[in-house]
C-alpha cells in the first residue's frame, strides 16, 4: 500500500512497485489522479487498486484497510507519503494490527 500515491514521489513509487511485481494498493484523496496512477499501472501488465481516503481520518483508514484486503489480501508492505496534523500514532497501535506484524528498526 502506498500512501499519497496519487502523485509525486507517491505516484512513482507505486508504478515501481508494481513494475516489480507487487499489487499495489495506491492511495489518495483525488479520485481522478489515482485512477491515472492505477490505470498506467495497469498499462504495463501491472497489478494496482486506487483507493480513495484521507489518512487522518480513523474510520476511512478502517475502511481503506478492509477494502484492499477484500481485493488484494493482507497489506504487507506499507509506504506513507500522505499524512497530516493531529498526535502521531505508533504502528503497531494501529487497530487489527499486533507487535508480532511490525518490525522497526533502531
Do not use: C, K, Y
Not at 8 to 26: F, M, P
Not at 42 to 59: C, K, M, W
Not at 78 to 84: D, S
Amino acid at each position: 500500500m502506498v500512501t499519497g500515491g496519487s502523485r509525486g514521489i507517491g505516484a512513482t513509487t507505486a508504478r515501481l512497485l508494481a513494475g516489480n511485481g507487487a499489487r499495489v494498493a495506491v492511495n489518495g484523496r483525488d479520485q481522478a489522479a489515482l485512477e491515472a496512477v492505477v490505470a498506467g499501472i495497469a498499462a504495463r501488465a501491472g497489478q494496482a487498486i486506487g483507493v480513495p481516503a484521507g489518512v487522518t481520518d480513523l474510520g476511512a483508514i478502517q475502511r481503506m484497510r478492509q477494502q484492499v484486503e477484500r481485493q488484494l489480501g493482507p497489506t504487507e508492505v506499507l509506504v506513507a507519503f500522505a499524512g497530516g496534523g493531529g498526535e502521531p500514532v505508533p504502528t503497531h497501535q494501529l487497530p487489527g494490527t499486533s507487535d508480532g506484524r511490525w518490525w522497526i528498526p533502531t
